[in-house]
């Protein structure tokens, strides 16, 4: 077995000791000279026409110094559509026709101070023609409803469509089927940190934005597309992040309103949400309505999944059509099927919309197919995870939609957390019981943005023996820098203290695509390890002419590279990039990568996307109180294959956090929407699992060495929240014998579900 | 005739917007979190031991947050001595035995403001035992002198010996031989922006700083060594330059000393030195005595030269050696020469130290070595020009001191500046007269520093066509980045504008060994030219395939690429670098290189030090008022051989502003000693020349295309001053039969002079 150093060892977060004494630079510690205050006016209405805006009151006050309408700026669309080859995007960072949803951003304000920039919104004049809005997807596809998008046609604004294998045939020969219909509530982020951003235009027309974006590349794509700017006279600097969770993953209207702030002012303008207008304009998980049917053979094997989702994707597109993908491709593979049917109709409405939220769309789709497993198993006389078993993921395994199981531990991680649960029987249904749910998603990168997944990496060593990684692979809170620091040590044999990460500018590091879908530590671990490898190359050459041996006999550990068998014989880093430096036609040491996983671009949903999978199960043990249909948690159990976990303390911490986040979703958490409003846009109202929500976890991590990722190592962020809330929905039912299709299981619904059961 | 679109245009710098506009970032503008204000006290006396300094009062003063002295820090020396391999260097930040001149560092605190800091100094008390100072370096040599450094048992810090060929035999056969001596003046360089820098110390305890310098990596080593830190915690940020001729080269105690007062205080700390500080304590061109004897035969051919010089280093040895040795490897060395001897003695005395300054000696010895070559040519009875023209290089030839001179444009430029001045016969001695000198100096490039003189520079083509070039190599205020930018235009066939330089970080940037010996167009020129190549290689190779032709089909222009012959077939750099990028394996655009010239590092004078060499001549032509003594120059022509202008108007500029700060040298600038202390420290004392003093100026521009450089062009930044006091001095000496032989001719001298021959 292989010895490591640095790689499987408990090591603190590289960036704690700043974190924690303050240090470390967020976007609200940028300051810059002769910076404004921007501020953002919303609509209040969920739809209307813009008949008028009257800026001449506010424009007019002391302090102010640049008044902003649609009509002042260059009224270019952003949203995906416009980036997946689709004719426009949607939306306009300031409003002018119409808004579509309340909270639209309709005129912005630069002035000198908060107060004043406050005091000016509230002098801007807008007269709207209220508009017949509509809030039910449902209600939206019916023929006469108010169209959002008028130019669109229709609400609908597409119908994704993912088949393989005859589903009918399969359904006809099924011995059991089950079918029923779930829906999911939007839930927030509820990053720490509010949204902000700070644009500094220069005189010479550059700008330089800083952003807590997981995206760096992109923002500054989509942001110089929007302004109406060449993009290579946008820099993009990325600020410490206090939370992200997927949620910064795209452009938001924020951003380029902030860049235009700065450019019609001729001063940096800081836009800084308030904690309301953080619920309010910023994106969350989307509401669904799931209905689902699944076959199965008279011995558990399954042989067919029909899913129509319905996603109200709100007012714009967003992150829509890539989140309802990610349930057919990964929630219905959670098993080996032979026979797939996924359709999602996406469907504008007047309601804020949601975005990209960690997990992206499989939480939904699990909580849906989860459930239906255990009904089939019952149906079939077999226990949940013997139903489960039966229907195992192999590493080699191919799916019907071409996914290629490089490394598996679907096996392991449902022993580990079936052995750490009490089960009795199939339902105990005494108030007590445990559930097991399970996940499949990516953890080798996701091809989908262009047909490019890659990464690049340098990994400059100097003659002092301290190491740089540069790269543009992202720390967005995950521990990103931490886990590429340990590969880059390991692989040149020296201390993780020696390894510094620069990765935070878009002019000074190497393309990435940015941070999602859990591929920092397979993608930019892969691209980091290869840059190691290159100055490692450098330095043996280097040591082997110094020491009069060949490469092939050199050693690298702890810093030294000696000879094999004659460790006297040795130079340490620093000496050995010296000696590759200071000298006639030398060079410093520095080694270069780009990785592009071995992944495809799918068609139609088809296509390899991912260079490896991630596999877990989660369990849950709990009580239900009959009384009040309280939930109590007493143990989660979490198995997660991780390929190889390059720190299992960090990997513990985030999924022990990612669990949490799933209780949340399956317990508590709903952003409530009144006529298109969201009512309870504060922590006051919005209720989050607490230090004393949290219960013991179990977490166990499998370690399947995945044969490409970086010492084995798969893709973990996402993860640990997907199979949450169906295990807690499974065990309640475990518990109670009532089933809650609707999330989240709140006292109420749970005591109404067990009173209507009798 | 090779056809260029960006090289040899007259293009406006790159950050001259940045700059007009105040955008720009200078050392000043940096304001972080908490920053205390850091001072400095210094030493009153010139020599004196240090008995006792009781901080205690200055400690309890409200707002003071660290109180310095040399007992507090680790006491670490730094200096040439130690990095050129010597065994000790030879100062402390914070001088803890005793002071050596008047300005040594002996304490220093950080306080919440200037006023607090300021303050605190009054209340810090030191007690001193007066020693017996020594301010001529001649006296320092006495047996029985004081001892500066008594460590090193003489004030003779060393003797640097250059030898090559029979020097006593080839004066015996000489038919004329001259022998004359000379003194020059301590000048001050003068950066509008005073020295100044930032130190921030994290509680994790690397230390990031901000500085003017033109050797961020130097300064990242030095400083690492000195505050007694590994190199690899240390981050140094580049600041823009307010000025800095050479002045910059090394760390001074006051970088330290704000590193010590941040880790101590742990806060942010700025020192920024007042312009009196910043004349008393920071370095000036070193003063010197220069013996010079130089022998010819009959027909003009130079046989030998001799030069003996004593050099006044002062309290401290800083950049001594190498200035001393410049004036032996280059001003003896203006014309081919089959004998050579150069010895200088370096000493130490109680007077401030001088440093390095644009020219590195070479201002010196070329002021005797003219002086000496106009009057052999009046004993050979040639006209001075005529002399000078008998002993011209020509390329291919080799000197004595194994320096290649791979391209040549001596002759040209002798031509180009004496057919644009009168020259009255041999010497008008009417008041009125012409004067001439030459220079030769390292223009590819000085291999000094430890066997390396490269440089990196990457090329990062994105996919929206944009290109940053990031690199080591430096902008300091010559127009670096102007030149560099010009270079990957060129070399990738995109316009000016596209190209973005990032070069201040030293965790971003690849490693170059700074800004110095007028080596950024040519070494760093070179290091972007082979990384902009590879980027091409990429490009090319990603459009043949889109294009469907081979790569030697291609041509590439003004951001397009296509077809010979057949430019509808075309793609733009924004699509092939797109295309090279998003395919499955494809990667980013990156080209890498570094640049180590073809140089080699001497051993005791004797190597090509060089991979390319800069001649030049200036010529004066002047009018001196015999009853005042004051020289009116009429006009200044500079002819330079500068391989290839990359840029003319950049390269006319950088001639214009040294030709005027060589008049300051000539003619009015000194640093006035009076018993270890400057006398003059403030602009309204120290004369320097103003817009009312700067003549008509032609400069012409040699290309003589160097076949190494990058386009042909070789370095430029610091010949333009080398010249042009000679020149004047020969000037003045036709005009009026009277040789000054101490710098500056001001006009009592050459009063006193004219009255003395009668």
New interface residues.
């Given amino acids: 077995m292989t010895q490591f150093s640095v790689i499987g060892k408990r090591m603190p977060r590289v960036d704690g000791?700043?974190k924690v004494?303050g240090?470390a630079v967020y976007g609200t510690?940028i300051?810059l000279?002769r910076m404004l205050v921007g501020k953002i006016l919303r609509s209040p209405l969920p739809h209307a026409r813009i008949l008028h805006i009257d800026t001449s009151l506010a424009k007019r006050l002391p302090g102010v110094k640049a008044v902003l309408t649609g009509l002042d700026t260059p009224q270019i669309k952003f949203g995906f559509f416009k980036h997946q080859d689709h004719k426009f995007g949607d939306c306009h960072p300031l409003k002018c026709d119409k808004v579509r949803c309340i909270g639209d951003e309709v005129a912005a304000v630069a002035a000198v101070d908060e107060d004043i920039a406050q005091e000016a919104l509230g002098l801007i004049k807008v007269d709207y023609e209220e508009l017949p809005p509509v809030f039910d997807p449902e209600d939206a596809l019916k023929p006469g409803a108010p169209l959002v998008h008028e130019e669109a046609g229709s609400n609908l604004l597409t119908t994704i469509n993912i088949v393989s294998g005859d589903v009918d045939a399969a359904f006809a020969r099924a011995s059991v089927v089950v079918e029923d219909s779930f829906r999911t509530q939007p839930v927030h982020p509820c990053c720490l940190e509010p949204k902000q951003a700070v644009a500094d235009f220069?005189?010479?027309g550059t700008l330089t934005f800083y952003s807590s974006t997981q995206m760096p590349f992109f923002m500054r794509?989509d942001l110089?597309d929007t302004v109406g700017l060449?993009?290579?006279?946008v820099?993009v600097i990325k600020t410490t992040m206090g939370g992200h969770f997927g949620s910064r993953m795209e452009m938001h209207p924020l951003d380029p309103i902030c860049a235009l702030l700065s450019q019609a002012a001729g001063r940096p303008v800081r836009i800084v949400y308030t904690r309301e207008e953080d619920f309010t304009a910023s994106r969350f998980r989307h509401p669904m309505t799931l209905r689902l049917k699944m076959g199965a053979s008279r011995d558990g094997k399954l042989l067919a999944t029909d899913m129509k989702v319905t996603l109200d994707s709100g007012a714009y597109c967003s992150q829509a059509l890539g989140v309802a993908n990610v349930i057919g491709t990964n929630a219905l593979l959670i098993y080996p099927l032979p026979n797939l049917r996924y359709v999602s109709d996406i469907v504008y409405t007047n309601n804020p919309y949601g975005g990209s939220f960690r997990g992206y769309g499989n939480p939904q789709g699990t909580f849906a197919v989860e459930a239906v497993i255990d009904t089939l198993a019952e149906e079939l006389g077999l226990y949940p995870l013997e139903l489960r078993r039966r229907n195992a993921w192999k590493s080699g395994d191919v799916s019907i939609l071409r996914q290629v199981m490089t490394s598996c531990g679907f096996d392991q991680c449902l022993d580990e957390v079936t052995k750490r649960c009490r089960w009795d029987g199939k339902s105990s249904r005494a108030g007590q019981g445990s559930g097991l749910a399970g996940f499949l998603h990516v953890g080798g990168g996701a091809?989908v943005h262009?047909?490019?997944d890659?990464c690049?990496a340098?990994v400059?060593v100097?003659?002092?023996?301290?190491?740089?990684l540069?790269t543009g692979a992202q720390e967005i809170g995950q521990g990103g820098n931490t886990i590429l620091s340990q590969i880059v040590a390991e692989e040149l044999g020296v201390p993780l203290a020696?390894i510094?990460v620069?990765n935070t500018?878009t002019?000074?590091?190497?393309?990435d695509l940015g941070c999602h879908a859990s591929r920092t530590t397979f993608v930019g671990g892969n691209a980091a390890l290869a840059a190691a490898k290159e100055a490692k190359a450098q330095l043996l050459e280097a040591a082997a002419a110094k020491l009069e041996a060949s490469v092939g006999d050199l050693l690298i550990q702890e810093g030294k590279i000696f000879v094999a068998g004659s460790p006297e014989r040795c130079l340490t880093i620093a000496e050995a990039a010296h000696a590759h430096?200071?000298?006639?036609?030398?060079?410093?040491v520095?080694g270069?990568a780009?990785y592009?996983p071995?992944?495809?671009?799918p068609r139609k949903g088809i296509g390899n996307r991912s260079a490896a999978y991630a596999f877990g199960f989660q369990a849950a043990e709990l009580s239900v109180d009959g009384e009040t249909g309280q939930v109590d948690i007493q143990k989660m159990v979490a198995a997660h294959d991780l390929g190889r976990a390059i720190n299992p303390m960090l990997a513990e911490g985030q999924l022990e956090g990612a669990v949490v986040q799933g209780m949340g979703y399956a317990l508590m958490e709903e952003l409530t929407f009144d006529s298109g409003k969201i009512a309870n846009a504060s922590f006051a109202d919005y209720a989050l699992p607490s230090a004393l929500d949290i219960p013991s976890q179990e977490i166990v991590l499998v370690e399947s060495i995945d044969p490409q990722g970086p010492f084995g190592a798969k893709g973990l962020g996402e993860s640990g929240l997907v199979p949450t809330a169906p295990a807690i929905a499974n065990a309640v039912y475990a518990a109670t014998g009532v089933r809650i299709k609707e999330l989240p299981l709140t006292p109420e619904k749970v005591f109404n579900a067990i009173k209507r059961k009798g």
């Fill in positions: 000791f700043d004494t240090k510690d300051k000279p220069s005189p010479a794509r110089a060449e993009e290579s006279k820099r091809r262009g047909n490019n890659g690049g340098w400059k100097e003659d002092n023996g301290g190491v740089t540069i020696s510094k620069q500018d002019d000074t590091m190497p393309w430096h200071y000298r006639q036609g030398g060079s410093s520095i270069k780009f592009d071995p992944s495809e671009e």
